[in-house]
Structures are given as C-alpha cells and as structure tokens.
C-alpha cells in the first residue's frame, strides 16, 4: 500500500512558476513509476508526467516542466515554469508498477487527493 500527499499548489500569474512536490509512505517507493496527472474543471483527467529511469512529458508541457523524484526522501516533484491559464486544474500524483500504460489511467496503480493550482491571466 502507498499512500501519496501532495503540496505546493496555489494561486500564480501567467508566465510564473510553481513547484509542486508528493511525499509517498511505504518501503517500496523505488519499485513504482511515479508522475503526475491533471483535471482541468470539467474535463478528464489527463497525464502530465511520469519518471522512473527516465522522464517522460504530455506534449503541451514540455520544456516547461520538469519531473524529478528523491529515491531517498520517497518524494517526486514537478517543477512548473512560463505557466499558462490553461495548465489550471487540479494536479495529482500518481504511482504505479512498472510496465503500465500511463495514458490509460485506469491502471494507475495509487492516486493522491490533488492540489489545486490555478493560473491567471
């Protein structure tokens, strides 16, 4: 069992930055594929970014944020920059086994329950 809890969202101006981080419980954090996912109000849930050896990122948010994890600290960040009114939503992290489809968010295996981040324009 993993639990994930997430920190960091808020309130920020177009063209800021924000860095959100997850603290995951349990002794097998190393085990998992960690990322983040998004919901914009209304819409689904969509994948933003995963790392496990490597990274990986949605299209519309590459080169603007970074994921990263601690193996030692059981934490993964994502580092948000040149923010968008379009990349509101509420941001969750994710946790799932090696080998699962991360477009498919059914076979996410754990889920936090989110933070908000909302960019005005």
């Known amino acids: 069992q993993v639990q994930l809890v997430e920190s960091g969202g808020g309130l920020v101006q177009a063209g800021g930055s924000l860095r959100l981080s997850c603290a995951a419980s349990?002794?097998?954090?190393?085990?998992?594929?960690m990322g983040w996912f998004r919901q914009p109000l209304g819409k689904e849930r969509e994948f933003v970014a995963s790392i496990g050896g490597s990274a990986d990122y949605a299209d519309s948010v590459k080169g603007r944020f970074t994921i990263s994890r601690d193996n030692a600290k059981n934490t993964v960040d994502l580092q948000m920059n040149s923010l968008e009114a379009g990349d509101t939503a509420v941001y969750y992290c994710?946790?799932?086994?090696?080998?699962?489809?991360?477009?498919?968010?059914?076979?996410?295996?754990?889920w936090g329950k989110g933070t908000l981040v909302t960019v005005s324009s």
């Open positions: 994710a946790a799932a086994y090696y080998g699962r489809r991360w477009s498919d968010t059914s076979a996410i295996d754990y």
């Open positions: 349990g002794r097998t954090f190393s085990t998992y594929r």
